[in-house]
């Protein structure tokens, strides 16, 4: 087989390839939950790796380690429940919409978003009271309050809540979910 002949690629060519225009970055779509989120993650990621070094490394591990990463994941699930809600991104069966009439799609969605933000706003509730009865318990490893994990998580709660009723009233005010994956919502066909 015959080589092709290929032109020869100078250092300042290579050089500038790596001169792109860079875009500015935009934060704006991100909310507080988002922020939280992504603290807890690493500081569960800083715990697992801190655990993992000092258990198989130095063969002497630290015990605080594995109860501040469980409750820096607890943290991690709800806060990004959280934004989830705010997104439309909880698991649901978009096929339905699909194949029902526009109008009973429409009507369907918004008694979803109705059962949904009152299954936010009593799990809100119960933790609420939950948080109440062991919130001053104390952490096994490290003496600090677990009430700053729960009350974490019913802020979690009350974000879902209230993120619920903001996605209801946006499908009000588009007529309708947005679909998942095509971000189209419910239309006539």
């Known amino acids: 087989m015959a080589e092709m002949p290929r032109k020869p690629v100078t250092v300042e060519e290579i050089a500038h390839a790596f001169e792109e225009e860079v875009a500015p970055v935009d934060l704006s779509m991100h909310a507080a939950e988002d922020w939280v989120t992504m603290v807890a993650f690493w ?44 997104l439309s991104r909880h698991i649901r069966v978009d096929f339905i919409y699909r194949v029902v009439p526009a109008p009973v799609g429409r009507w369907l969605a918004l008694a979803v978003d109705l059962v949904t933000i009152g299954f936010y706003g009593y799990a809100t509730w119960l933790f609420w009271r939950y948080v109440a009865i062991v919130g ?33 009233v946006g499908d009000i005010r588009r007529g309708g979910p947005r679909l998942d994956g095509d971000d189209i919502l419910v239309k006539e066909a």
């Not at 500081?43 to 198989?56: A, E, N, P």
């Not at 003496?143 to 996605?167: C, K």
């Open 136 to 168: 001053s318990e104390r952490m096994v490893t490290v003496n600090l309050p677990r009430g700053i994990v729960f009350y974490s998580v019913l802020a979690a709660f009350a974000l879902m809540f209230l993120r619920a009723i903001q996605v209801f």
């Open 43 to 86: 500081g569960m990621s800083v715990c697992v790796i801190l655990q993992f070094f000092t258990r198989y490394v130095l063969n002497n591990s630290l015990a605080w380690t594995e109860e501040i990463a469980i409750n820096c994941l607890i943290v991690t699930v709800f806060m990004g429940s959280a934004m989830c809600v705010r």
